[in-house]
């Protein structure tokens, strides 16, 4: 099984946030498998390693009630198989616990049919052992989901994660906005390829187009502004835990003006060092 994989194994109590942790290494790329019992983990990752997955997160903790004894014995064989595995424990205080249970209104695992505060004394002394082990523990008492997501992320982030990935679409208004945009730019106060008649059947992916739209001074500095706005707002997005933005750029149709400014912003945001995707929605609609 060789260092061609990297696990991460998440648990602690209950309430103290493996649900936003694992949300979080979701978005940062990972493999994530929650309440898997832990017999299963090794053959999980070896199919995983056979299919070139290079992150897995593992959620598990006491709901899989007997099954959970066996946590040691399936990380020590994953381990003695040249995987590296980070433990991450989440804890908070009693009284955090109750309240945040008492607002989902679940019962704890090892409740039964007693207090809250005893469910919780159970799971406690289930967990000790592997808490003491842990690589990495993390007192959630006092931290919000998104400080949460901040700490994980700042764990298990690399140098893509680090990075807001930013999504384009060219689209056409007469077809509607994209209603998952967070930004969207009109870009329709530039001049229309569509009225010269060797430019109408050509699209803005054309050398042509695209050198039509972008030798006006005006969309030189449109595009300008919006790197300049992204790397503005991109730190902040971070910061709040959103690492996925979808920018939308509007022509009338879609065909021309959006595609050829889509693609020139892509460019100059890879540049700068974002990963960035575009998708031309309209492009081929009449």
């Known amino acids: 099984m060789a260092d061609d994989l990297e696990i991460a194994l998440i648990t602690g109590l209950s309430g103290a946030g493996r649900r936003t942790a694992a949300h979080t290494m979701e978005d940062l790329g990972w493999y994530v498998v929650d309440n898997l019992p ?27 009630r007997e099954q959970f004894d066996q946590v040691p014995a399936a990380l020590a064989e994953i381990r003695s198989r040249g995987v590296i595995v980070t433990t991450v424990f989440l804890e908070a205080a009693e009284d955090v616990i109750v309240q945040r249970q008492e607002s989902n209104r679940r ?35 006092r931290l919000s989901a998104r400080q949460l997501a901040q700490r994980i992320a700042n764990h298990f982030g690399d140098e893509l994660t680090d990075k807001v990935q930013i999504s384009i679409i060219s689209f056409g208004f007469k077809n509607g906005v994209p209603i998952d945009a967070e930004m969207v730019f ?16 050509k699209s803005g992916l054309s050398r042509d187009v695209a050198g039509y739209v972008l030798k006006h001074e005006a969309a030189q500095q449109f595009q300008d502004h919006m790197v300049a706005l992204m790397k503005t707002v991109a730190p902040g997005y971070l910061s709040e835990g959103k690492r996925q933005v979808t920018v939308a750029i ?11 400014m889509g693609e020139e912003l892509a460019t100059r945001l890879r540049a700068e060092g974002f990963p960035t995707t575009v998708l031309h929605r309209d492009l081929g609609k009449e």
């Open 250 to 260: 509007g022509c009338t149709g879609g065909k021309h003006r959006s595609t050829s």
């Open 186 to 201: 009109d870009v329709r106060f530039l001049p229309n390829p569509f009225w010269i008649p060797e430019l109408r059947p």
């Open 107 to 141: 019962p704890l695992p090892l409740q039964g049919g007693d207090r809250l505060i005893e469910g919780i004394e159970r799971e406690r002394r289930v967990l000790a052992d592997l808490r003491a082990e842990a690589d990495i523990v993390v007192d959630t008492t």
């Open 38 to 64: 832990p017999k299963m983990i090794p053959a999980l990752a070896e199919t995983l390693r056979q299919d070139h997955v290079p992150r897995l997160a593992i959620v598990v903790d006491v709901r899989s």
